[in-house]
């Protein structure tokens, strides 16, 4: 865990924090995987206390669940909880955009905006790669970034968390698809050119559609498991198109 400057307790705990979700996200941790504050301490090579502290801050993420005598476990994420985050998203995005039209605000940032459409590009270049663990990375920076343009640090920090949990659900039902790379959402750059127009309709749009293309592959993956088939292998059933999840 490569750190700049002093590391200090503070910061190591927010590395193993970030190290353990990115254990998550690629896949490494599975859900319903469990493990002890012990176990992730002498596989770091540091002491409990950062450790403990680090999975209590994912805990409190909803990404691991905690149990007084078992440890700690990568949480197990329903096809239902994956449908309810993704409506959560929506109402919120589509809420904060029309607030947006309505009182006639742009939504045009320079600054931000350059950096977004970096975030966009390297996006899609990773989603034609057809590599997912860089997508992943691209797509949260992509959302995070645009989230400034909301002005409300509550807002979008709310909506990050969700994105996250969004990916730790989708994550295993990707791993292993062959049609992966075609799969891969590939609307960031059309959500930036709707910013950069100041068109809040063209972004509600996007994100909208976005939204219920998700929810269709929620549907499918569902409709699945009732028919008996494994959710590994779910992703394209009856032509379905699968989007990534991402705000």
Not at 167 to 185: I, T
Not at 207 to 224: D, Q, R, V
């Amino acid at each position: 865990m490569p750190a700049s400057g002093p590391v200090t307790r503070n910061t190591l705990r927010q590395q193993i924090a970030d190290a353990l979700r990115d254990e998550v996200l690629a896949g490494r941790l599975r859900p319903g995987q469990e493990f002890t504050v012990k176990q992730i301490a002498d596989q770091y090579g540091v002491s409990a206390t950062p450790v403990r502290e680090a999975l209590v801050d994912l805990a409190a993420q909803s990404l691991l669940d905690s149990d007084q005598h078992r440890g700690f476990r990568v949480r197990e994420i329903s096809v239902e909880d994956f449908r309810g985050m993704v409506e959560a998203r929506s109402l919120i995005a589509d809420g904060v955009f029309r607030k947006l039209a309505e009182s006639g605000r742009s939504v045009t940032g320079a600054g931000v905006l350059m950096a977004v459409r970096r975030r966009a590009d390297e996006a899609a270049r990773a989603a034609r790669a057809g590599d997912l663990d860089i997508f992943i990375g691209y797509d949260l920076r992509f959302w995070r970034e645009l989230g400034v343009l909301v002005e409300n640090p509550h807002i979008s920090g709310f909506l990050h968390q969700l994105r996250l949990r969004c990916w730790v659900f989708s994550v295993p039902h990707l791993r292993g698809d062959p049609d992966l790379g075609a799969r891969m959402w590939n609307g960031h750059s059309d959500v930036v050119d709707a910013v950069t127009r100041g068109d809040v309709e063209a972004v509600r749009a996007v994100i909208g559609a976005y939204h219920a293309k998700m929810l269709a592959w929620a549907e499918s993956l569902e409709s699945g498991q009732r028919g008996g088939s494994d959710s590994s292998g779910e992703h394209g059933q009856n032509g379905e198109r699968l989007e990534c999840p991402r705000q």
